[in-house]
């Protein structure tokens, strides 16, 4: 646990899933938390959850690919909470299909939500961020920039340009006082009930593989709270020293390559 009460924290795509899981560890460790996702209902439910556990929490409908929303959620969020001095921007969309049935839209509608959803909020908090000489910011990318893992170019590259963006940013920001990280999580055995995303909920949402492990999973699947606990660590002061690293929380996943197994034959 780390303590972040007097700070105010904002999680993109809180309503479910991975952005839950930070948005309930930050809260637990003490922060007043602004809970942003674009699912208002499922936002509602998430913020009432919290709401009954002590926490100061406040749910803020926002389509992070718009500037508009997001300039009224850093508002609301700063109105009502207090200056924003913890940012994780988490919310995110993945098509998986392959490179070669990609429209123009997915590709489009990837990198809004994904890369210009993270640049929209980075580049509305971190004026203040840097003006309070405070603050830490942790972006989610995803071990699919880095290795191939399924069919999801788009996606892949969208979680790429989030892991330059945010080494860039965190090399300008660190003399001010700000620190910029990432986390690439693997595949996270996220509820068939808490994802909107059609492949976790075939994939990893069976209760008895969670923790299995296998040949190619030497720690079963992770869990929300493994990328919760990441970040939480990033955003502490027990990172102090560390800026624009990208953290995978996959494990082991990323580790291997196959020279035993040939793999099944192309189609
Ligand atoms: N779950 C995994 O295995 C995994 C692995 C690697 C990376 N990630 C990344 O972690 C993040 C969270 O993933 P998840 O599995 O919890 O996904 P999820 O689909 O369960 O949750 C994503 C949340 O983002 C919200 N969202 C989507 N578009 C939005 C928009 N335009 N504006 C505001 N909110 C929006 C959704 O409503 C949803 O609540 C994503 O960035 C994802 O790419 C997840």
């Known amino acids: 646990m780390y303590d972040f009460s007097q700070q105010t924290a904002l999680v993109t795509g809180a309503a479910t899933g991975l952005g839950k899981a930070i948005a309930t560890r930050l809260a637990a460790d003490g922060a007043a938390v602004a809970l942003v996702d674009i699912d208002e209902a499922g936002l509602e439910a998430t913020t009432r959850d919290l709401a009954a556990t002590g926490a100061k929490v406040l749910a803020v409908t926002a389509n992070v690919g718009s500037a508009d929303d997001v300039e009224a959620a850093v508002k609301a969020a700063e109105a009502n909470l207090g200056p924003v001095g913890l940012l994780v921007n988490n919310a995110g969309i993945a098509v998986i299909k392959p490179y070669l049935d990609h429209t123009d839209e997915d590709f489009d509608r990837q990198f809004t939500v994904n890369l210009r959803g993270t640049h929209l909020f980075l580049s509305r908090v971190l004026p203040g961020m840097v003006e309070r000489r405070r603050g830490a910011v942790v972006n989610i990318s995803s071990v699919a920039a880095i290795h191939v893992t399924a069919p999801h170019a788009g996606y892949a590259a969208s979680k790429a340009g989030v892991i330059a963006l945010t080494q860039e940013v965190a090399f300008e920001v660190a003399r001010h006082g700000v620190r910029v990280n990432c986390v690439a999580p693997g595949l996270i055995a996220v509820p068939p009930s808490a994802t909107k995303q059609p492949y976790l909920q075939s994939a990893a949402g069976t209760a008895g593989r969670v923790t299995t492990p296998t ?52 189609p």
Do not use: C, H, W
Request: charged share 15%.
């Open 215 to 266: 040949t190619t999973r030497p720690l079963g699947f992770g869990q929300p709270e493994d990328v919760a606990n990441a970040v939480a660590f990033l955003l502490s002061d027990q990172a102090r020293f560390i800026i624009g690293q990208t953290l995978k929380v996959a494990g082991g996943t990323d580790l291997q390559i196959s020279m035993t197994y040939p793999g099944e034959p192309l």
